[in-house]
């Protein structure tokens, strides 16, 4: 899928900007390779290079319908809502979210920022009808929203910064020959450290992404100024830890980071500390921060194993592998995160939280 014309020319690019004018920052050299990585080929499924939840079973996405639709009908069934979901991959969390809602009279309006002409195209499929945006500054302002961000905020660029004796700097990406390497940069960084880290010890080292904190505080000012609630779901930790986390997956595998740049997808784990306390400042309501594994068993995966179990009994134990798969600590139960988020007059407790 992923031909290699252009990825090339990304090499050279970054090789090309290094040599006239320094090296560059993680976040910038993450950033355009995601950008280019995503408008080529499939990322997503068996064919591509990962597979994400709803791609593994479609109880992830009605789960989330069904949380969604219980939020809604508790707020008072709101006239004028609309479904929102960032970086919506193949639609497939989308369909199985809608269809799920749809049996409770929530049938919203929907809108997908995506950044991808491919995959508007695989989206479009799954959802005729759906809008567009290519960041979330054109979303609705009419109605309250129901955010959707699953594998998302692990795309977007990251800073990783290096205490040292004279404070803190990037580590930013610089050239040996033509090879890319880490190189120290000088100027100082303090600013972005989050409080709590500024005094850390020497030699530590975090990732911090301003771009995540900035699409997480409009999120937050649009719930409160409109009403709503948003489940974002990825991987990292609650709590901020020192470390590299920065990764590049092709073909289903771990591969280096700087092999090829726009033919593998980048990620980081997501800072769920700085998110949430992001949206707090803003104003919005935080339900909490738990598990994938525990949060979908409180909303009853194991109930809708059982039903499609019983339903489909020559696929039995593909659904209990793909149920396992989602809940279990082996795949990726305890890793993801599920931070819910909603409006402060929106209801404060909600299943699974
Ligand atoms: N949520 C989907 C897909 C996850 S992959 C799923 O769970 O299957 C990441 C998605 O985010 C892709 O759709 C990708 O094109 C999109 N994306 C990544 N960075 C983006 C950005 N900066 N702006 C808009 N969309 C982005």
């Known amino acids: ?57 479609q109880m992830f996405g009605e789960l989330i319908g069904l949380w969604l639709a219980d939020m809604w009908v508790r707020a008072g069934r709101p006239a004028n809502v609309h479904y929102v979901e960032l970086g919506p991959g193949r639609g497939t969390l989308g369909q199985d979210a809608l269809r799920t809602a749809a049996r409770y009279d929530l049938t919203p309006q929907v809108h997908f920022v995506e950044g ?7 989206q479009r499929g799954a959802i005729p009808g ?8 054109t979303l609705p302002d009419d109605g309250p929203l129901l955010v959707v ?21 990037e580590r930013m990406v610089g050239l040996d020959g033509d ?8 100027k100082p960084m303090d600013s972005i450290v989050p ?4 005094t850390a010890r020497q030699g530590t080292m975090i990732e911090t992404s301003p771009a995540s904190a900035a699409i997480m505080s409009e999120l937050a000012d649009r719930l409160v100024a409109q009403g709503g609630a948003a489940l974002i779901i990825d991987y990292g ?13 092709r073909a289903h595998r771990k591969v280096d980071v700087f092999d090829a740049p726009g033919t593998a997808d980048l990620t980081a784990h997501v800072d769920f500390e700085m998110l949430g306390k992001v949206a707090q400042r803003q104003g919005a309501q935080v339900l909490g921060c738990e598990m994938q594994g525990d949060w979908l068993t409180a909303l009853g995966i194991d109930t809708r194993t059982e039903a499609l179990q019983r339903k489909s009994p020559q696929t039995k134990d593909v659904i209990a592998r793909q149920r396992a798969r989602l809940v279990e600590e082996s795949g990726m139960g305890l890793l993801f995160k599920v931070l819910g988020v909603t409006a402060p007059s929106w209801p404060g407790d909600a299943p699974g939280f």
């Open 130 to 137: 759906v809008t567009h945006h290519d960041d979330i500054t």
């Open 195 to 198: 409080e709590s880290w500024r």
């Open 149 to 169: 961000a699953n594998e998302f905020f692990d795309a977007l660029p990251v800073h990783q910064l290096i205490r040292s004796a004279s404070g803190w700097h």
């Open 1 to 57: 899928m992923n031909d290699n014309a252009g990825p090339t020319d990304l090499s050279e690019r970054f090789r090309r900007l290094i040599r006239e004018t320094g090296p560059i920052s993680l976040a910038q050299y993450m950033g355009e390779s995601n950008a280019h990585y995503y408008t080529r080929g499939t990322p997503l499924g068996q064919e591509g290079d990962f597979i994400t939840a709803p791609e593994i079973s």
């Open 116 to 122: 991808s002409e491919n995959l508007r195209q695989v």
């Open 179 to 186: 090879r890319f390497v880490f190189v120290g940069g000088d």
């Open 237 to 249: 930790a609650r709590e901020l830890r020192s470390g590299s986390t920065f990764q590049a997956i």
